[in-house]
């Protein structure tokens, strides 16, 4: 089972850039990487997915090492409706199919 | 295309009642993953169907709950008997797949206020 941990917190002002790591040091060679972001009285939302090195689109990045053991995704210039939590998760090959399991993820505070 | 529908958005039961959360996948999904979510935590797998089948239980309480997802028509996470712990929010997410690296879509959740 490949356990992730990531900060329970952190606070960061309004255009700077953030970067949340996420450790996963069990995580297995078909696993892959996937970043969620949930707003209050929402569903989780999909942010960003990766297997290896670095992973980006119009919202993230995602850097993975070449061990795999962790991962950091990175938000450019936060702006206050990033306040959220953002869980890191790896799904695993469980009896043929892929399961995931959320942690209870870092809660972003972005200040004015 | 829309996506995931959850109702109802909110559910109020009495002690002893039965609740009945409903999930709507996205067009073309054959997936379905009910997650539940207590105030401040993250949320906990229940359960994985596929169409007519689960295929995994194992984050599902063995007493009072169940689900199914017909070949036709909504998934359906049924709670009896309802006590005060049932309270949480209970999210369905749909994929196109079982396997690795597919995005699982999340519903809007409903939550459940047990009095």
């Known amino acids: 089972l490949a356990k992730t941990t990531q900060p329970i917190s952190m606070d960061s002002y309004e255009g700077q850039e953030v970067n949340i790591t996420c450790s996963h040091n069990?995580?297995?060679?078909?696993?892959?990487i996937t970043w969620y972001q949930q707003f209050p009285s929402q569903g989780p939302r999909f942010i960003i997915q990766?297997?290896?090195t670095k992973v980006t689109n119009e919202v993230a990045s995602l850097f993975i090492p070449a061990d795999r053991k962790s991962s950091t995704l990175s938000l450019p210039r936060v702006s206050l409706s990033d306040t959220a939590v953002y869980y890191c998760?790896?799904?695993?090959?469980?009896?043929?199919?892929?399961?995931?399991?959320f942690g209870t993820g870092t809660k972003l505070q972005v200040i004015p | 295309n829309a996506g995931v529908m959850q109702n109802p958005r909110h559910l109020v039961r009495r002690r002893g009642q039965e609740a009945r959360l409903r999930c709507s996948p996205m067009?073309?999904?054959?997936?379905v993953y009910w997650y539940r979510q207590l105030p401040e935590e993250g949320l906990k797998f229940m359960v994985y169907?596929?169409?007519?089948?689960?295929?995994?239980e194992s984050g599902m309480p063995k007493e009072r709950f169940s689900a199914e997802f017909p070949k036709e028509g909504p998934s359906i996470l049924r709670i009896q008997q309802v006590v005060r712990g049932d309270s949480a929010a209970y999210f369905c997410?749909?994929?196109?797949?079982?396997?690795?690296?597919?995005?699982?879509?999340f519903g809007p959740g409903t939550r459940l206020t047990v009095l």
């Open positions: 998760l790896v799904d695993f090959n469980s009896g043929g199919y892929q399961k995931v399991t």
């Open positions: 067009k073309g999904h054959s997936h």
């Open positions: 997410a749909s994929s196109s797949s079982g396997t690795g690296g597919n995005e699982q879509f």
């Open positions: 069990n995580i297995a060679t078909n696993d892959y």
């Open positions: 169907l596929q169409k007519e089948n689960i295929i995994d």
């Open positions: 990766g297997y290896k």
